[in-house]
């Protein structure tokens, strides 16, 4: 009897070790997916593959830089397209910006009203 006994508490030790398994196998899976959500920040985008035709001299100081920072080439150029891009965005704003003013110059005192709510410190 106590065979039987040793031999059922066997199997559902047995049984409760293969859920934990399954248990932890579903965890990791699911920490690794919410770690890449993290590490690029938001949902998993789907990429394409480009062909572009470089300057032997670019593509070797990409590959530095990309080493250096611990990246690939292909990440790299994503940042750098992506600050290019920025730039590009900030430029077209600032010339938008200096023809509205170039239309539309400051006249004297137009701002005067709010030089009393200035903060400079120390005053």
Same mark, same amino acid.
């Given at each position: 009897m106590r065979g039987l006994l040793?031999?059922?508490k066997a199997k559902c030790i047995n049984r409760?070790?293969?859920?934990l398994k399954i248990f932890l196998t579903w965890l990791f899976m699911w920490i690794t997916?919410?770690?890449?959500?993290h590490i690029q920040g938001g949902p998993i985008v789907t990429m394409r593959t480009v062909?572009?035709?470089?300057?032997?001299?670019?593509?070797?100081?990409?590959? $530095?830089a990309a080493k250096r920072l611990h990246t690939s080439r292909s990440?790299?150029? $994503?940042?750098?397209l992506r600050d290019a891009l920025t730039r590009y965005s900030v430029a077209r704003l600032e010339q938008k910006h200096r023809r509205g003013y170039k239309a539309q110059p400051v006249k004297k005192g137009e701002f005067s009203v709010w030089e009393d709510e200035?903060?400079?410190?120390?005053?």
């Open positions: 040793i031999h059922k409760e070790v293969k859920t997916i919410a770690m890449v959500i062909q572009m035709t470089l300057d032997d001299d670019l593509v070797e100081a990409v590959d $530095r990440a790299f150029t $994503r940042d750098a200035q903060a400079w410190g120390g005053e």
